[in-house]
């Protein structure tokens, strides 16, 4: 699994105040979009603070100045701007208008996370999955998968029934393996009916087995026997 490096631009979420900026930024408007977010800004408002930081970063409507971009976001997330926040952790991790440092990019992610954001709680995940920066706990990268899973981030749901696979959580796995297969992934049917055979549960395995078998899966066959093999024993 690798990080998802994913930059975003808040203006998408701008307060009503600040139709003006956004337009101008659609309509690539540059140096008006500028004006108003920085004073907006000004009256620390942090989306448009963050705003004005990609401004800076990208040299739209301004010279290109790093240092102004990295005081304008920073002030954003200092306000507990969740986005600001997990902007900053990411440009930490790629090495994009801030040096990489894995630790730095924890602490912004686990404050992005706090207040909800669900690709941060992926993030976060992945690193604790991958032992990336921090010791590998799947226990850790499970529950933050969860909640990002919860938040309707659709990666999240696809891998946490994985992992809770991995930490012998069956309930929690099977829990979100049933939504993945109810949202096209087509081996969530093979893992399902794994765990109700380690379970002893064939009945209930059985028609997750043959709709592994309709899905393709080349080792759902093999399933089928051991499975029923184990529970006539």
């Excluded at 790093?66 to 991790?93: E, T, V």
């Excluded at 765990?195 to 043959?210: D, L, N, R």
Aim: charged share 25%.
């Amino acid at each position: 699994m690798k990080i998802i490096f994913l930059l975003h631009v808040t203006i998408l979420l701008l307060f009503a105040s600040m139709n003006d900026a956004l337009s101008a930024f659609k309509s690539k408007e540059y140096k008006k979009s500028f004006k108003l977010y920085r004073q907006e800004a000004k009256n620390n408002n942090p989306i448009a603070q963050n705003a004005l930081s990609y401004l800076y970063f990208n040299g739209l409507g301004t010279p290109k100045d790093i240092q102004k971009g990295r005081y304008w976001i920073k002030k954003a997330a200092h306000q507990a701007d969740s986005q600001a926040q997990f902007d900053i952790a990411i440009m930490y991790l790629t090495g994009r208008n801030f040096d990489k440092d894995r630790k730095k990019a924890l602490f912004w992610l686990e404050r992005s996370a706090d207040l909800g954001h669900k690709e941060a709680q992926f993030n976060i995940a992945l690193m604790y999955y991958n032992g990336d920066g921090v010791d590998q706990n799947l226990s850790k990268s499970a529950a933050y998968l969860n909640e990002s899973a919860k938040n309707g981030y659709k990666k999240a749901r696809y891998l946490a029934g994985r992992v809770y696979m991995q930490i012998m959580d069956f309930n929690n796995a099977l829990r979100w393996l049933i939504i993945s297969d109810k949202e096209g992934d087509r081996e969530a049917s093979y893992l399902i009916a794994e765990i109700y055979c380690t379970q002893g549960e064939y009945k209930k395995a059985k028609p997750w087995i043959e709709t592994a078998i309709k899905n393709g899966n080349d080792y759902a066959s093999e399933l089928k026997l051991t499975c029923k093999e184990e529970n006539t024993k």
